[in-house]
């Protein structure tokens, strides 16, 4: 998948997280706590993200083992999905 999805008719999302006004890093840390609930493979979708955190994030992504599969911008709104690896 491209970084900036254009739909997610494709993508199956297995849990959401909403930190609309967490300031960091609790966003973070619960991203951290979902993303351990979930199986090896699904997705999970992360809305309310401020634009600069997005590259801390690709980075835990990396660091962790996990995918960063694309974001989306939604009515000003800032969804990222990444994948349990």
Known sequence: MS???KTTEDVKIAATLDVNGLNCPLPLL???KTVTTL???DILQVNGLQSGFRS????????????FIGE?????????FIKKG
């Open 39 to 41: 199986s090896s493979g």
């Open 56 to 67: 801390d994030f690709k980075g835990w992504c990396e660091r962790n083992g996990h995918f």
């Open 30 to 32: 619960l991203i951290k």
């Open 3 to 5: 970084e900036l999805l």
């Open 72 to 80: 989306k911008d939604q009515y000003g709104n800032k969804i990222i």
